[in-house]
């Protein structure tokens, strides 16, 4: 069982940016793939970005060249930054990692970007 335990989400304007952080309680070395995901209210659960042990990221096309993902093996810890949000960002923020272990979930941070 791995422990995901998200922080840095909240409420920012348009065009403002926020820190996600994505604390896992085992090693990231283990952790094939670390990623964010994030749900809006009546929509589906949807992949924001992913970062793989090898350093292969993959990014939803809304967010391209406004988010960036990033891993610290030494600190078990995956990161999202995002800068130039849009209301549309505004959804719950899901840390998600896959390993021989399984597929895990963090508990989600609230993100709201406002007009």
């Known amino acids: 069982q791995v422990q995901l335990v998200e922080s840095g989400g909240g409420l920012v304007q348009a065009g403002g940016s926020l820190r996600l952080s994505c604390a896992a309680s085992?090693?990231?070395?283990?952790?094939?793939?670390m990623g964010w995901y994030r749900q809006a209210p009546g929509k589906q659960r949807e992949l924001v970005a992913s970062?793989?042990?090898?350093?292969?990221?993959n990014y939803a096309d809304s967010v391209k060249g406004r988010f960036t993902i990033t891993r610290d093996n030494g600190k078990n810890t995956v990161y999202l930054q995002m800068n130039s949000l849009k209301p549309e960002d505004t959804a719950v923020y899901y840390c998600?990692?896959?390993?021989?272990?399984?597929?895990?979930w963090g508990q989600g941070t609230q993100v709201t970007v406002s007009s």
């Open positions: 998600n990692c896959k390993s021989f272990l399984g597929e895990f």
């Open positions: 085992e090693s990231a070395f283990i952790l094939n793939v």
């Open positions: 970062t793989t042990n090898g350093g292969h990221t």
